[in-house]
């Protein structure tokens, strides 16, 4: 992976690889928070700031740990960004905080952000972890945004209702709805809500894979079939 290219890590962070359609890791926080978008969009930037952070410090650090003790270090590390993090949005994001609550310090047990700190940003240099930290992050980020998005118009008929908590008061213009007479459906913000929306984006990319692939099959097929014939 070392010598990947920067183009390489990006399309793994944000499709290939993506942590909550491929991986499957941090589903603890993904279904718990999406219920609205900004909800999705506020944990996802907390999560982004996090990853890109300790996959920064790890790489500077990653010559200096020792392997026996490299794993607590490393989650010391996160766990400070976290609490920074947290405290910083119960400063100025108030209201958005006590929404995501526990969710926010539980970006330490995340998965996704151990997993890269050990398997990337502890070999790769500064520049790659940090492409690394930051492809993977806006990855989550867009499955968090695209889930919260969807569950809020199908459930509540509305689409960035909650804008201002992020974005000030200026921002509830921002405010989409399906119309007054629709009602929601409330499968949508409930729990079995979360699961089935993200076995759709799964399944979206599924095939959105598959026919990639083939594209590029018969793409291969029909330039050998021209060589053959030339």
């Not at 913000?189 to 076995?199: D, E, K």
Request: some cysteine; aromatic content about 6%.
């Amino acid at each position: 992976m070392a010598s990947a290219s920067y183009a390489r890590i990006i399309q793994d962070g944000l499709w290939s690889n993506n942590q909550a359609l491929v991986a499957l890791l941090g589903l603890c926080p993904l279904l718990a928070v999406t219920n609205t978008a900004v909800n999705g969009l506020g944990l996802g930037i907390a999560t982004t700031a996090v990853l890109v952070a300790s996959n920064v410090t790890v790489s500077l650090i990653r010559n200096l740990v020792r392997n026996e003790v490299r794993l607590p270090v490393f989650v010391m590390v996160i766990a400070s960004f976290v609490t920074a993090i947290e405290l910083g949005m119960n400063a100025y994001f108030h209201e958005l905080h006590k929404i995501l609550g526990i969710f926010i310090p539980l970006i330490v047990t995340n998965c996704a952000i151990i997993g890269r700190a050990e398997a990337f940003a502890s070999k790769n240099n500064l520049q790659r972890s940090l492409v690394d930290g930051l492809s993977i992050g806006i990855g989550f980020t867009l499955v968090l945004l695209t889930l919260g998005g969807l569950r809020e118009l199908i459930g509540q008929g509305t689409l960035f209702s909650q804008a201002h908590l992020m974005f000030g008061s200026g921002a509830e213009a921002l405010t989409l709805t399906l119309g007054e007479g629709y009602h929601g459906m409330l499968l949508a913000i409930l729990p079995p809500g979360a699961f089935i929306g993200l076995g759709l984006l799964i399944a979206i990319k599924s095939v959105i894979d598959k026919r990639l692939q083939q594209r590029v099959l018969a793409k291969s097929s029909h330039l050998a079939n021209s060589e053959t014939a030339t």
